[in-house]
């Protein structure tokens, strides 16, 4: 099974950027989904962002949580396994653990329940 280690997690202030990276074991099909998700204490995790390859039309799909539309964004290098997440204008409220997940089948429902594979996670700190 695909293993998923996270990586960039940091304190920064608010307005500051970070760039999350998540490495794959191996080669993570491109028409399976992948996402970033965060939790904090408490609480449930939220589906950030996800990504999937569409084969039928040789295109990217990407889906947001409202919440970071605008600010962050998702992408991929298969060639390295890697999954990454920019995060620019971080805020207070962004301040979580987050979570690289692989294997969805639903991508642009944000849902945990759709991911079959997830990494340790890596933790953010935005400080106002």
């Known amino acids: 099974q695909v293993q998923l280690v996270e990586s960039g997690g940091g304190s920064v202030q608010a307005g500051g950027s970070l760039r999350l990276s998540c490495a794959a074991s191996?080669?993570?099909?491109?028409?399976?989904?992948m996402g970033w998700f965060r939790q904090t204490p408490g609480k449930e995790r939220e589906g950030v962002a996800t990504?999937?390859?569409?084969?039928?039309?040789?295109?990217?799909?990407?889906y947001y949580a409202d919440s970071v539309k605008g600010r962050f964004t998702i992408s991929q290098d298969n060639a390295k396994n890697t999954l990454y997440l920019q995060m620019n204008s971080l805020k207070p409220e962004d301040t979580a653990m987050y979570y690289c997940a692989a294997q969805g089948r639903y991508c642009s429902r944000l849902d945990a329940e759709d991911f079959g594979v997830w990494g340790q996670g890596t933790q953010v700190t935005v400080s106002s």
């Open positions: 191996e080669y993570t099909h491109r028409s399976n989904c």
């Open positions: 990504i999937v390859f569409d084969r039928y039309t040789g295109g990217i799909a990407t």
